[in-house]
């Protein structure tokens, strides 16, 4: 028998759209942690400060609300935290378009927030494993650790979901299950790094988004890219700009100026945006514009090790 369900109706009193929002926290298609349902709903599972949760979400555009069922210890928590979880600390219409592909995106997105789920350790450790790596093994590892060390959901959820480790699970994985995923030495001592202050770490969503930037970077390992890629998710910081990433300042620079640019170049393209600079990053990156390529793709490195763990 599954445990009784807690249940919310939430009415956002804006325009949202539920999927755009949450998408944003999916770590690719097979994610462990997300999945959405053929009936439009999105499931979700996260381990709270009160323990593990599996939060379902289905919008009802006919009332304009939400409607939210979790199971688990972390229901109540969760359900607490639904509003920021969709968008309610988010603040798009301070948010003013100066370009034209980027108007275009706001109004062909419209109802996209930035979410904040307050749990950073959950959103710090997948921006570790994206460090330096294409997108496919990073995302392997993550499925390959949580598929052994993360732990069955609680509730109906749908089969392969799972719920990331907490801080002294992740501590525990010894080093051939880390190479077995394909994570090298520097990305897994990263990790061990942020779990020994995790509590530290959670405590930055009480404090303003540059400290709490400034704070996460004082750990070895996490650099301005990692922090940005976590705050996002975790303190809905829509200023967080992805600097350093691989592909973004091309993305930038040819959406708005016509050819690539470095990082320096995309700072300086999206200085009209303060406070919003990762919200327009992601407008221009969900416009589809396109960047030539002119090099051959960065592709897994040779040593990966696939397979179960």
Do not use: N
Request: net charge positive; proline share 8%; glycine share 10%.
């Amino acid at each position: 028998m599954y445990p009784s369900a807690r249940h919310r109706v939430w009415r956002p009193g804006f325009a949202l759209d539920l999927r755009l929002t949450m998408g944003q926290l999916r770590r690719g298609h097979s994610d462990p942690t997300y999945h959405a349902g053929t009936d439009g709903s999105v499931w979700r599972t996260s381990r709270t400060p009160e323990g593990p949760c599996t939060l379902r979400l289905i919008d009802r555009p006919a009332t304009g609300e939400v409607e939210a069922s979790a199971w688990g210890p972390g229901a109540g928590w969760q359900l607490d935290a639904l509003p920021a979880l969709l968008g309610a600390e988010d603040d798009p219409d301070a948010f003013v378009a100066l370009h034209t592909i980027v108007r275009d995106a706001e109004r062909r997105f419209a109802g996209l927030r930035i979410p904040r789920t307050t749990l950073v350790l959950a959103a710090l450790v997948p921006s570790i494993l994206e460090q330096k790596v294409t997108t496919i093994e990073a995302r392997r590892a993550f499925r390959l650790l949580l598929g052994k060390y993360g732990e069955a959901p609680p509730g109906p959820a749908p089969t392969g979901l799972r719920v990331v480790p907490d801080a002294r699970t992740w501590a525990l994985i010894p080093s051939w299950d880390w190479v077995r995923a394909g994570v090298d030495g520097r990305r897994s001592r990263t990790v061990m790094e942020a779990v020994r202050v995790a509590a530290r770490l959670e405590a930055t969503t009480a404090v303003a988004h540059p400290e709490a930037a400034r704070l996460l970077q004082l750990v070895p390992g996490i650099g301005i890219w990692t922090a940005a890629e976590t705050m996002q998710r975790s303190h809905g910081d829509a200023d967080a700009l992805s600097v350093g990433d691989l592909h973004l300042p091309k993305t930038i620079g040819f959406a708005l100026a016509g050819h690539a640019v470095d990082d320096a170049g995309m700072l300086e393209l999206l200085a009209g945006y303060p406070g919003h600079r990762h919200r327009a990053a992601l407008l221009i990156r969900m416009s589809g514009v396109k960047v030539p390529r002119r090099a051959p793709r960065y592709g897994p490195r040779r040593h990966f090790v696939g397979g179960a763990l």
